[in-house]
């Protein structure tokens, strides 16, 4: 209908009002629907990672199927219209780190932002550790984070704070780390990744005279079992997806 009545326009043909109204009509329930898909999508993935389906997105977006595959042919399309903005977040946050002064504040900066977007966002730490749907423009975001990292560990290096042995390809696997402690305990603790992160800091540090704050309380016995049951529940669910 667009391109119809854009060629209409082009040739000088008289053009209905009934037609535009049609065409207006059109346009604002396509937009709808896009918006409607984006926001089930990025829960459905904050929650669940990238592992959930079109399908999934279309059943919670309360549309057809048919109308997801419309506006996103495929799911590579629907992670990068989803978390485009959501990795230049994270690139300007590497930025800056960056710009402090002092290079172990600068990590510390960096970890702090980074692990809270991505403890709170399973699919966008999917789209950091590495996906299958990161492609195009958000595999070139992507790309410009690791150069950043690399900076910044190894300005806190050459002033003596961060410990000599650390890589910048270990930042993602803290990344994983905390990930993993979110959904095992976040239930019945949330927040409880940063407790762990700390315990993880005073290891990194290359001067350990003093210890990193604890954030977190630990878990009680009580909530220990509760997260226990909680990860095997949420195992077995994503087993059957």
């Given at each position: 209908?667009?391109r119809l009545?854009?060629?209409?326009?082009?040739?000088g043909c008289?053009?209905?009002?009934?037609?535009?109204?049609?065409?207006?009509?059109?346009?604002k329930?396509?937009?709808?629907?896009?918006?409607?898909?984006?926001k089930?999508?990025?829960?459905?993935?904050?929650?669940?990672g990238?592992?959930?389906?079109?399908?999934?997105?279309?059943?919670?977006?309360g549309?057809?199927?048919?109308?997801?595959?419309?506006?996103?042919?495929?799911k590579?399309?629907?992670?990068?219209?989803?978390?485009?903005?959501?990795?230049?977040?994270?690139?300007?946050v590497?930025?800056?780190?960056?710009?402090?002064?002092?290079?172990?504040e600068g990590?510390?900066?960096?970890?702090?932002?980074?692990?809270?977007?991505?403890?709170?966002?399973?699919?966008?730490?999917?789209?950091?550790?590495?996906?299958?749907y990161?492609?195009?423009?958000?595999?070139d975001?992507?790309?410009?984070v690791?150069?950043?990292?690399?900076?910044?560990?190894?300005?806190?290096?050459?002033?003596?704070?961060?410990?000599?042995?650390?890589?910048?390809?270990d930042?993602?696997?803290l990344t994983?780390?905390?990930?993993?402690?979110?959904?095992?305990?976040?239930v019945?603790?949330?927040?409880?990744?940063?407790?762990y992160?700390?315990?993880v800091?005073?290891?990194?540090?290359?001067?350990?005279s003093?210890?990193t704050?604890?954030?977190e309380?630990?878990?009680?016995?009580?909530?220990?079992?509760q997260?226990?049951?909680?990860?095997?529940?949420?195992?077995?669910?994503?087993?059957?997806?």
């Amino acid at each position: 209908m667009t391109r119809l009545l854009t060629v209409m326009e082009d040739l000088g043909c008289p053009i209905e009002e009934g037609e535009v109204q049609v065409e207006r009509t059109l346009r604002k329930d396509a937009e709808e629907n896009r918006e409607r898909i984006l926001k089930a999508a990025k829960v459905l993935f904050a929650e669940r990672g990238l592992g959930v389906t079109l399908d999934d997105v279309a059943h919670s977006a309360g549309l057809g199927v048919g109308t997801v595959y419309r506006r996103f042919p495929n799911k590579d399309a629907l992670v990068e219209a989803l978390f485009e903005q959501r990795v230049i977040e994270l690139i300007n946050v590497a930025k800056a780190a960056l710009e402090f002064s002092d290079g172990w504040e600068g990590f510390l900066y960096l970890l702090a932002n980074m692990l809270t977007l991505e403890t709170e966002d399973r699919g966008l730490r999917d789209v950091i550790l590495g996906s299958e749907y990161i492609k195009g423009r958000l595999r070139d975001l992507k790309a410009e984070v690791a150069p950043l990292i690399e900076s910044l560990v190894a300005k806190a290096q050459e002033q003596g704070t961060l410990r000599p042995d650390f890589r910048a390809n270990d930042v993602p696997v803290l990344t994983a780390m905390a990930g993993a402690a979110q959904e095992y305990c976040g239930v019945a603790s949330p927040g409880i990744w940063k407790r762990y992160v700390a315990i993880v800091l005073d290891g990194l540090k290359a001067n350990r005279s003093s210890l990193t704050h604890m954030p977190e309380e630990a878990l009680n016995h009580e909530q220990l079992h509760q997260a226990t049951l909680n990860w095997k529940s949420r195992r077995l669910s994503d087993g059957r997806r």
